[in-house]
Structure formats: structure tokens, C-alpha cells
């Protein structure tokens, strides 16, 4: 009785996973960030910022800037654009605290932000 209930089981698992193969492709096509609309203007306009800023040497700004577009993120698009702009800016700070004091403490801070801490 029991070899059978398990063999019931089995088969009742494996029809299950084989008749997902369907629903995960839907679940893909939605997690496709074209299918997820344009970027909030919100969120374009203050990532545009941010580069001036660090341009400009206001390092603190664009480190609250990307605070402030990190917690508007709504969609597919704008964590895609968030996560650019967030490559960018580290990039670019890495790239000026080799000289600048308040840049090095502008990326450690976005660095912390980045990992959580």
C-alpha cells in the first residue's frame, strides 16, 4: 500500500513539474523591462543630476540624490535605470577619491548605502 502511495506521488510531482514549463515562460515575458513601461520622470530627472553633481564636486548632493531616486523606484525600468546611474556614480567617485577627501568619504557612504549597512 505504501510502494503505491509513493509511486501515486511520484508521478503526481513530476506532471506537476512538467506542467509549469508553461506558466514560467508567461512569468518571464513579465519581468522583460521593455514590457514594464518607460522610466518615471521623477526618477530620470534626478539621475540626470547626479553626474553633474559629482562634476561640480558636490558629492554629498548626488550621494542624496540617488537616496532620494533609490526609494521612487516603482517599476522594471526604473530599478534598471537606479542601477546604472548607481554604477556610474560609483565609478566616477572611485574615480575622484583617489584625490579628493570628500569624495572618498561621498563613495565610502555610497558604499555602505549599496551594501546595506
Not at 506542467?19 to 518615471?40: E, H, I, Q, R, Y
Not at 559629482?54 to 517599476?75: E, G, H, N, P, W
Not at 526604473?78 to 563613495?107: H, I, T, V, W
Amino acid at each position: 500500500m505504501m510502494r503505491i502511495l509513493c509511486i501515486v506521488m511520484a508521478s503526481a510531482a513530476l506532471w506537476a513539474g512538467c506542467s509549469k514549463k508553461g506558466s514560467t515562460a508567461a512569468a518571464d515575458s513579465t519581468n522583460d523591462p521593455a514590457a514594464s513601461g518607460p522610466v518615471n520622470p521623477q526618477i530620470s530627472g534626478t539621475l540626470a543630476t547626479v553626474k553633474t553633481d559629482i562634476d561640480a564636486a558636490q558629492y554629498d548632493a548626488a550621494v542624496q540624490k540617488l537616496l532620494t531616486a533609490r526609494a521612487t523606484v516603482k517599476s522594471e525600468a526604473d530599478r534598471k535605470a537606479f542601477e546604472d546611474q548607481m554604477f556610474e556614480a560609483n565609478q566616477a567617485l572611485l574615480q575622484k577619491a583617489q584625490s579628493d577627501p570628500k569624495a572618498r568619504e561621498s563613495y565610502q557612504a555610497l558604499g555602505r548605502i549599496i551594501t546595506g549597512r
